[in-house]
C-alpha cells in the first residue's frame, strides 16, 4: 500500500484544547507529560475508601475561569469540556462571532457522566429531603450536556452529540466527527471527550471489578502501564477537544493545522462485558480498519499512544493485538502512567498528546516503568521522551462491553 494517506479523506486538527491532571491548557500538560513525573495523589473526595486516591485536575477554579453563575450550572465533566472547547477555539484561530454556527458541530465523548450530582442530589432523596433537590439535576448530569453545553458556550449550532463507548468514547467522537466532516455536514467539529472520576462511587465500583490499582502506600507509583508489577489504574479526570476541519476550509482560512486525522477504525469484541478478548482480536481489528481507512500500511506507523491502563487483563491484550497488526510493534507510550485514566475523556487527550508527538518529533515517556514485562514484547518509551521523526502515528482505546476505537494522525 502506498505510504502516502488516501487523498481527500484526510480532515485538519486545527486546535487543540486540554484540561488535564498534568495542566490547565495544551501547553502545560504536554510539558508535564515529558517530564513523567505522575500526578497521582491521596484525594479528599475518596476519604475512607479501599482506593483513596486519585489523578486530580490541578489549576482548576471553576467559578474564577468560568463565571459563579455558569460554574454552578455545570458539574465537573461539563466544566471541563467548555474549558477544553474554549482553548481549541482559540487555538484554531477561530472567532464564534463570525464563524457559520450551523456548519459547526460538537461531538464529545462521556463514559460515567455526573456522577457527582448524582451522589450528593440522591443522599437528599434519600434523606427524605426531595423539596431539597436541585432543579438543576437533570440538566446538570445527563451526558448530552457537555456537547450541548459546548454549543451553547460557543454558538455552534450544527449536529450536536454525545458518544458513550466506555472509555473508547473519546476516540468514538473523532471518528464520528471525522465523517460528519467528509459527508460534507459540517466545515468545523469541535471534537473529543470528558470526564471526571473522582466520585465515591465511581472508586467503588471499579475496585469491586479488581480494576483500581490499591497501591495506597505509593499513589505516584500506582498507574504502571506495561510493568511486571502493574496492578490496575487510577481514576482520573480531565477533558480534550480537537477542532477537526475540512481542509479546502481550513486552507481558505489561511491556517497550517498541526496534524490530519487520516483514518479510523471501530470493532467490537463479543466477548466479554468488561474483559477485553485474551488475543486483542477487536483492537486488531480496530487498528486495521483504520489503516485501512487511511490508505496506509503497518510499516507507515512510527509510533502508538497506548491504551495503556495498567491492568493484567488490559495491557496483555493490547500487547497481542499489537503484535498481530504489527510484525515489529513501533515505540509505545501509556500517558495514563502520568495523569491516570479520564474514562471518555482519554481517548481525545490521548489523540491530542498523539498530535503533540507528531508536531514537535517527541515521544512522551510511560511513567513508573521499572521492570518491564517483558512478555509483552513492546518497546515502550520509558524515563525520559524519545525523540523520532514521525510522519504517522496510531492512537487506541478499549472500553467495557468490548467496545474499541483507533485514529490514524499524520504530520502537517
Request: glycine share 12%; charged share 20%; hydrophobic share 40%.
Given at each position: 500500500?502506498?505510504?502516502?494517506?488516501?487523498?481527500?479523506?484526510?480532515?485538519?486538527?486545527?486546535?487543540?484544547?486540554?484540561?488535564?491532571?498534568?495542566?490547565?491548557?495544551?501547553?502545560?500538560?504536554?510539558?508535564?507529560?515529558?517530564?513523567?513525573?505522575?500526578?497521582?495523589?491521596?484525594?479528599?473526595?475518596?476519604?475512607?475508601?479501599?482506593?483513596d486516591f486519585s489523578c486530580q485536575a490541578e489549576d482548576f477554579d471553576a467559578p474564577a475561569r468560568l463565571g459563579g453563575r455558569l460554574a454552578r450550572r455545570l458539574d465537573r465533566f461539563s466544566q471541563l469540556a467548555v474549558l477544553a472547547a474554549r482553548e481549541?477555539?482559540?487555538?484554531?484561530?477561530?472567532?464564534?462571532?463570525?464563524?457559520?454556527?450551523?456548519?459547526?458541530?460538537?461531538?464529545?465523548?462521556?463514559?460515567?457522566?455526573?456522577?457527582?450530582?448524582?451522589?450528593t442530589e440522591y443522599a437528599r432523596l434519600a434523606d427524605g429531603r426531595a423539596d431539597r433537590v436541585s432543579p438543576l439535576m437533570l440538566p446538570r448530569s445527563i451526558p448530552n450536556m457537555a456537547a450541548g453545553e459546548v454549543g451553547l458556550d460557543l454558538g455552534?449550532?450544527?449536529?450536536?452529540?454525545?458518544?458513550?463507548?466506555?472509555?473508547?468514547?473519546?476516540?468514538?467522537?473523532?471518528?464520528?466527527?471525522?465523517?460528519?466532516?467528509?459527508?460534507?455536514?459540517?466545515?468545523?467539529?469541535?471534537?473529543?471527550?470528558?470526564?471526571?472520576?473522582?466520585?465515591?462511587?465511581?472508586?467503588?465500583?471499579?475496585?469491586?471489578?479488581?480494576?483500581?490499582?490499591?497501591?495506597?502506600?505509593?499513589?505516584?507509583?500506582?498507574?504502571?502501564?506495561?510493568?511486571?508489577?502493574?496492578?490496575?489504574?487510577?481514576?482520573?479526570?480531565?477533558?480534550?477537544?480537537?477542532?477537526?476541519?475540512?481542509?479546502?476550509?481550513?486552507?481558505?482560512?489561511?491556517?497550517?493545522?498541526?496534524?490530519?486525522?487520516?483514518?479510523?477504525?471501530?470493532?467490537?469484541?463479543?466477548?466479554?462485558?468488561?474483559?477485553?478478548?485474551?488475543?486483542?482480536?477487536?483492537?486488531?481489528?480496530?487498528?486495521?480498519?483504520?489503516?485501512?481507512?487511511?490508505?496506509?500500511?503497518?510499516?507507515?506507523?512510527?509510533?502508538?499512544?497506548?491504551?495503556?491502563?495498567?491492568?493484567?487483563?488490559?495491557?496483555?491484550?493490547?500487547?497481542a493485538a499489537l503484535h498481530r497488526v504489527f510484525h515489529r510493534p513501533p515505540p509505545v507510550t501509556a500517558v495514563k502512567s502520568v495523569i491516570g485514566h479520564a474514562m471518555g475523556g482519554a481517548g481525545a487527550i490521548e489523540a491530542a498528546v498523539t498530535v503533540?508527538?507528531?508536531?514537535?518529533?517527541?515521544?512522551?515517556?510511560?511513567?513508573?516503568?521499572?521492570?518491564?514485562?517483558?512478555?509483552?514484547?513492546?518497546?515502550?518509551?520509558?524515563?525520559?521522551?524519545?525523540?523520532?521523526?514521525?510522519?504517522?502515528?496510531?492512537?487506541?482505546?478499549?472500553?467495557?462491553?468490548?467496545?474499541?476505537?483507533?485514529?490514524?494522525?499524520?504530520?502537517?
Open positions: 500500500m502506498s505510504t502516502h494517506a488516501k487523498p481527500g479523506r484526510a480532515v485538519a486538527v486545527t486546535g487543540l484544547g486540554l484540561v488535564t491532571p498534568a495542566g490547565f491548557g495544551t501547553a502545560a500538560s504536554w510539558a508535564r507529560l515529558l517530564d513523567g513525573t505522575p500526578t497521582a495523589r491521596t484525594d479528599p473526595r475518596l476519604t475512607g475508601l479501599t482506593v481549541a477555539v482559540a487555538d484554531a484561530r477561530l472567532d464564534p462571532a463570525e464563524w457559520d454556527g450551523c456548519r459547526v458541530g460538537v461531538v464529545l465523548g462521556v463514559s460515567a457522566n455526573s456522577t457527582h450530582t448524582y451522589e455552534a449550532r450544527g449536529p450536536n452529540l454525545t458518544t458513550s463507548t466506555a472509555c473508547a468514547s473519546g476516540t468514538t467522537a473523532l471518528a464520528l466527527a471525522c465523517d460528519l466532516l467528509r459527508a460534507g455536514s459540517c466545515d468545523l467539529v469541535l471534537a473529543g471527550g470528558t470526564d471526571s472520576g473522582r466520585a465515591p462511587m465511581i472508586s467503588t465500583a471499579f475496585d469491586r471489578l479488581g480494576a483500581l490499582s490499591r497501591r495506597r502506600h505509593d499513589p505516584a507509583g500506582a498507574s504502571r502501564p506495561f510493568d511486571a508489577d502493574r496492578d490496575g489504574f487510577v481514576l482520573g479526570e480531565g477533558a480534550g477537544v480537537l477542532v477537526l476541519e475540512r481542509v479546502a476550509h481550513a486552507r481558505a482560512r489561511g491556517v497550517r493545522p498541526r496534524a490530519y486525522l487520516v483514518g479510523h477504525g471501530s470493532t467490537a469484541d463479543a466477548h466479554h462485558f468488561t474483559a477485553p478478548h485474551p488475543e486483542g482480536d477487536g483492537l486488531a481489528r480496530a487498528v486495521e480498519a483504520a489503516l485501512a481507512d487511511a490508505g496506509l500500511a503497518p510499516h507507515d506507523i512510527g509510533h502508538v499512544n497506548a491504551h495503556g491502563t495498567g491492568t493484567r487483563l488490559n495491557d496483555t491484550a493490547e500487547a503533540l508527538t507528531l508536531q514537535h518529533g517527541l515521544i512522551p515517556p510511560t511513567a513508573n516503568l521499572d521492570r518491564p514485562d517483558g512478555a509483552l514484547g513492546l518497546d515502550v518509551v520509558a524515563k525520559v521522551p524519545r525523540r523520532l521523526a514521525l510522519h504517522a502515528a496510531l492512537s487506541v482505546s478499549s472500553g467495557f462491553g468490548g467496545q474499541n476505537a483507533a485514529v490514524v494522525l499524520t504530520a502537517a
